[in-house]
């Protein structure tokens, strides 16, 4: 497609229950991130793919996250028995470079609400 | 541990009144420092990427620097279509695999 797409757009859930996040990105484009923005703080990175493999998962910020990326495109990020602490904008990104250098297209975000 | 350090955390113009964001940063073996803007509702989008210091770009009214310590985001005469959340992010290269280390951001509000 033309730009990264993420869905659902916003997602209210309730405490406990799992959520997957959705992300197609630009492509050919071979990286792929997860970020998460929490109101008032910075974008959090969350996990690297190049192709189907994840080299860098050290931003998950428990086993409760995992995600996956299938045919070196779509990528999903389940989180397991939400809690509150995870409400925040997921933001993914593609790039055809994995060092990045020349920038990410970032899709729109998924808003998650944990009530 | 890598930082960036965003400010101010707000900042109000009127329209015409040229002003500049700052990013500090520590990032250990900085192979790139980039500008964002991002859009209420709307991820994060690209502006620049610098790689050493002294290095400068332009896009439109604003133009970006670079030194060995920080980064500075010339607003020069500014429409209220500029405003928005503007981010810096840092980049380390090596292991880092792409990934960026983000300052919170700076509110840009540009009034008629």
């Known amino acids: 497609g033309a730009g990264v797409s993420q869905s659902p757009s916003n997602k209210v859930t309730e405490k406990g229950k799992d959520v997957e996040l959705r992300c197609d990105p630009i492509s050919g484009h071979t990286a792929l991130y997860w970020y998460r923005q929490s109101l008032g703080q910075g974008l959090e990175f969350l996990i690297y793919?190049?192709?189907?493999?994840?080299?860098?998962k050290s931003g998950l910020p428990s086993d409760r996250f995992s995600a996956e990326r299938t045919g070196g495109s779509v990528s999903t990020l389940t989180i397991q028995r939400t809690q509150q602490e995870d409400s925040a904008v997921y933001l993914c990104?593609?790039?055809?470079?994995?060092?990045?250098?020349?920038?990410?297209?970032f899709g729109s975000g998924t808003r998650l609400t944990v009530v | 541990e890598d930082q960036v350090t965003q400010s101010p955390e707000a900042l109000r113009l009127q329209e015409g009144e040229s002003s500049s964001l700052n990013c500090s940063y520590t990032v250990s073996g900085l192979r790139g420092l980039f500008w964002y803007r991002q859009d209420p509702g709307k991820g994060p989008e690209f502006l620049f990427t610098l790689y050493s210091a002294g290095e400068e770009k332009e896009k439109e009214r604003l133009k970006a620097t670079l030194t060995k310590k920080e980064s500075f985001l010339h607003i020069t005469a500014p429409k209220p279509e500029d405003s928005a959340t503007y981010l810096c992010?840092?980049?380390?290269?090596?292991?880092?695999?792409?990934?960026?280390?983000f300052g919170q951001g700076t509110i840009l509000t540009v009034h008629p």
């Open positions: 992010a840092g980049y380390a290269g090596g292991t880092s695999y792409g990934k960026l280390t």
């Open positions: 990104a593609s790039t055809p470079d994995p060092t990045g250098l020349y920038g990410y297209t």
């Open positions: 793919f190049q192709g189907n493999s994840a080299p860098d």
